[in-house]
């Protein structure tokens, strides 16, 4: 008997399935014929932005550039920032230099010209315009730089804020490690020359014809101004400028009187006398540099002794013997064992005695005794004591009384002083007497600043009048220089025409950062002085000058009058400056 065949493939064979794909080269039929063919989605509604015209769109533009403009200009001279806008003037200064206070600028004369560029006394802008416009503000970044860094520390420079910011120094390494000094200055001149004829939009030969007229009346009034500074004359060079008919020194047998005449720069040998060093010789031949031999003032001749007042041991044994019996009176015996009497209060040192208790004796508390500076303030009748408990290196608690008469403290005596005179340290300076009314000294050498701050009335003037009084009477032009800020203009203006100022005492608010970010140039500078001759500081480097023959290099020292003042006004860059001199400078002798 035959086996039979599989039905599953009979069955197929007999009923097709009708889910089978179609043949190839045949037509599929269509899915769903008998319904209707679904109409196309509609096209999106277009925007707000999209409905508005080409001109439309160019007024909203120009009244954006314009605002933001504005409101960098704002930020730029307002005191108070939001954190937004400080963070973003900080970045733009960062990566433009001091071309941010120019790209604000532009902003809005680009937003005002789009919102009226249809008057028709306003020149068009093209794209030649434009194009020259952006050449020239890169070329002055460029060359902003230059002027403040060198290539070497354009970077670093740059993050300062200083400069053509990191645009600026970009541009700068490029052409100066890419075509050397001499390729750079040409491909400078090349750039303004192209940058010019695009942005006035004129060929290089017109601008040439324009240009030559201007740079021949610059030379002409250049020529004379140089001829009146170094025009000949029959007499020797004086270096003190002009002198009197009065007889020498020598024969009227004191000093010369000599007429200053305000700033010198510092590599000038020819500075004029100071007011407090009037006995100086010089040596002048027409043939070689005139040397100044400077002489330092005797203290005797400047400054007026102190009188000491007349001091009352009975009036002092009396408040001892109070303060005894006032602390004996809280449960608090002591003894006073030391008194120590200062310029304007009086320490009475006061040793805790035993009390006895039902564990035995004990002695007072030091706790106790200050915790009551009011009752013994009520008792001695003074306006208010400070209880240092203990003192430090002694046994004893310190009560300090203010005197009933205040003694003067004289700057004379203290520089007189033994201390002071065995102090060798250029910077050192005096600040008064201690609780005892030993002398006080201090050295701004080891000191990375010094912020001198008080009440009104509390002596901060005096004291910077004294720093700088003591900086003068042992430092000559030759191993100090400083730089003097007083925006108040009655404080330090004073030392004006004294030949160890750098410049005329600032005194305008804009132009402090000028001179704290000339600092910091001065700083970098001396840091690539040292590097070339292998000296670690000033110290060092002034040494190997000294045994080489060379020309050293002074201390400089700035001192600013109302700081919280320039803080307000220019904050950021107030306290960058500071902050990077306060570190890096000491090194450097600022």
């Given at each position: ?64 550039l314009a605002f933001i403009g504005l409101v960098i200009i704002l930020s730029l001279i307002s005191v108070n920032r939001s954190l937004f806008l400080g963070g973003l003037i900080q970045l733009l200064g ?16 680009m937003g005002m010209w789009l919102v009226f560029r249809k008057i028709e006394r306003i020149p068009p802008v093209s794209v030649e315009r434009l194009t020259g416009i952006s050449l020239l503000f890169l ?210 040192g006061v040793e805790p005695l035993f009390v006895e208790s039902r564990g035995g004796r004990t002695r007072v508390r030091v706790s106790k005794i200050a915790s009551l500076s009011d009752d013994l303030a ?213």
């Amino acid at each position: 008997m035959p086996a039979p065949k599989p039905a599953s493939r009979s069955r197929k064979a007999a009923k097709p399935t009708g889910k089978a794909r179609p043949s190839k080269g045949k037509a599929a039929p269509a899915k769903g014929a008998r319904k209707r063919a679904q109409p196309a989605p509609a096209p999106p509604a277009p925007s707000w932005w999209d409905q508005l015209s080409a001109e439309r769109k160019l007024d909203i533009l120009g009244i954006l550039l314009a605002f933001i403009g504005l409101v960098i200009i704002l930020s730029l001279i307002s005191v108070n920032r939001s954190l937004f806008l400080g963070g973003l003037i900080q970045l733009l200064g960062q990566i433009f230099g001091w071309g941010v206070y120019i790209l604000p600028i532009g902003l809005v004369v680009m937003g005002m010209w789009l919102v009226f560029r249809k008057i028709e006394r306003i020149p068009p802008v093209s794209v030649e315009r434009l194009t020259g416009i952006s050449l020239l503000f890169l070329w002055l970044l460029t060359f902003l730089h230059t002027l403040v860094a060198a290539p070497e520390t354009a970077e670093t420079i740059a993050l300062t804020g200083v400069g053509g910011g990191s645009l600026g120094g970009l541009f700068q390494r490029a052409l100066w490690f890419g075509l050397g000094a001499g390729g750079a200055l040409i491909a400078m001149l090349a750039w303004l020359i192209i940058g010019l004829s695009l942005m006035l939009d004129i060929s290089v030969q017109d601008l040439f014809r324009w240009s030559g007229p201007v740079i021949s009346r610059l030379r002409q009034q250049l020529t004379r101004r140089l001829a009146a500074i170094f025009a000949p004359s029959n007499s020797p060079a004086k270096p003190f400028g002009p002198r009197s008919n009065r007889p020498s020194s020598a024969a009227q047998g004191g000093p010369a009187a000599v007429a200053t005449n305000g700033y010198t720069p510092l590599k000038t040998a020819a500075a004029p006398m100071p007011a407090i060093a009037p006995n100086l010789s010089t040596t002048t031949t027409p043939s070689s540099p005139t040397v100044i031999h400077w002489a330092l003032p005797a203290v005797h001749d400047i400054l007026d002794a102190g009188s000491a007042p007349a001091v009352n041991e009975d009036f002092i044994q009396q408040r001892a013997r109070l303060i005894e019996d006032t602390l004996a009176s809280f449960g608090a015996p002591a003894q006073v064992v030391e008194i120590s009497r200062g310029p304007t209060i009086t320490q009475f040192g006061v040793e805790p005695l035993f009390v006895e208790s039902r564990g035995g004796r004990t002695r007072v508390r030091v706790s106790k005794i200050a915790s009551l500076s009011d009752d013994l303030a009520l008792a001695l009748a003074a306006p208010r004591i400070r209880i240092q408990a203990p003192v430090p290196g002694h046994g004893y608690v310190g009560i300090e009384v203010p005197n009933e008469e205040m003694m003067l403290v004289a700057l004379r005596d203290i520089v007189d002083s033994e201390i002071f005179q065995r102090n060798k340290k250029p910077l050192s300076f005096a600040l008064g007497r201690d609780v005892a009314g030993h002398p006080m000294l201090a050295n701004l050498e080891s000191m990375p600043h010094l912020l001198i701050a008080g009440t009104t009335g509390s002596g901060k003037s005096v004291c910077v009048n004294a720093i700088l009084t003591s900086m003068l009477l042992h430092n000559t032009p030759d191993d100090l220089r400083l730089v003097l800020v007083d925006p108040k203009r009655v404080e330090l203006t004073n030392y004006n025409g004294i030949p160890h100022l750098l410049g005329p005492v600032v005194v305008e608010m804009e132009r402090v950062v000028g001179a704290l970010q000339w600092m910091t140039r001065e700083m970098d500078k001396r840091y690539h002085t040292f590097a070339q001759v292998g000296a670690r500081n000033i110290t060092d480097y002034n040494a190997r000058m000294k045994m080489q023959g060379g020309k050293r290099l002074p201390m400089l020292v700035i001192i600013i009058d109302e700081l919280a003042d320039l803080m307000m006004i220019a904050p950021d860059e107030t306290e960058r400056t500071i902050t990077r001199l306060a570190q890096l400078a000491r090194a450097t002798g600022i």
